[in-house]
T-cell receptor, first 117, second 114 residues
Framework: GAGVSQSPSNKVTEKGKDVELRCDPISGHTALYWYRQSLGQGLEFLIY????????KSGLPSDRFSAERTGGSVSTLTIQRTQQEDSAVYLC???????????????FGPGTRLLVL | AQSVAQPEDQVNVAEGNPLTVKCTYSVSGNPYLFWYVQYPNRGLQFLLK??????LVKGSYGFEAEFNKSQTSFHLKKPSALVSDSALYFCAVWKTGGSYIPTFGRGTSLIVHP
């Protein structure tokens, strides 16, 4: 079946411009996560959506970053007034509904490689 | 609180030799532990996880990991490495009952030499 998809796969933008990154999770998955992966820095958590609950935005690095998830499916991560330090790979992951209250396995998309010039 | 450490940025091993990628964790309470692998220009793929039960967990592609509570470790192992195992490996920890956000390590680059 289809996995998590992300678009675009690559994005080059100029400093100060806004960008939108899209994530299509696996159908039926209720949880959706955004991470940022910078060279040598591992995965940095950004935001977490679970069903219709309010998202956990505790990882967003600044108010230039925002995300929404429409209809409990597709999610868009928006970065306003991009800075060079925003250059990174942005990964999206989704998880199936929880069974027994534990953390489910995450299924990752291929990522969007963002370069801010 | 939860944290995870992967003390080696890079591990080099010859093809056919056993490999170990180290992971240690810190949580107050019972952990869930995960290993993921990332091939170049790809997202992370799930390898295996520990929740409870047997300390030795077997996963995809012949990998296994051993949960050691006294040493707070969850090292990834494989008896015989393949060149195709060369990739970036991430360990992740989640504290049972905590917020549903796992903490990932910085990753370990595994290089298997022919």
């Amino acid at each position: 079946g289809a996995g998590v998809s992300q678009s675009p796969s690559n994005k080059v933008t100029e400093k100060g411009k806004d960008v939108e990154l899209r994530c299509d999770p696996i159908s039926g998955h209720t949880a959706l996560y955004w991470y940022r992966q910078s060279l040598g820095q591992g995965l940095e958590f950004l935001i977490y959506f679970q069903g219709n609950s309010a998202p956990d935005k505790s990882g967003l690095p600044s108010d230039r970053f925002s995300a929404e998830r429409t209809g409990g499916s597709v999610s868009t991560l928006t970065i306003q007034r991009t800075q060079q330090e925003d250059s990174a790979v942005y990964l999206c992951a989704s998880s199936p509904p929880r069974k027994g209250g534990g953390l489910e396995t995450q299924y990752f998309g291929p990522g969007t490689r963002l370069l801010v010039l | 609180a939860q944290s995870v450490a992967q003390p080696e940025d890079q591990v080099n091993v010859a093809e056919g030799n056993p490999l170990t990628v180290k992971c240690t964790y810190s949580v107050s309470g019972n952990p869930y532990l995960f290993w993921y692998v990332q091939y170049p220009n790809r997202g992370l793929q799930f390898l295996l996880k520990y929740i409870t039960g047997d300390n030795l967990v077997k996963g995809s592609y012949g990998f296994e990991a051993e949960f050691n509570k006294s040493q707070t470790s969850f090292h990834l192992k494989k008896p015989s490495a393949l060149v195709s195992d060369s990739a970036l490996y991430f360990c992740a920890v989640w504290k049972t009952g905590g917020s549903y956000i796992p903490t990932f390590g910085r990753g370990t680059s595994l290089i298997v030499h022919p």
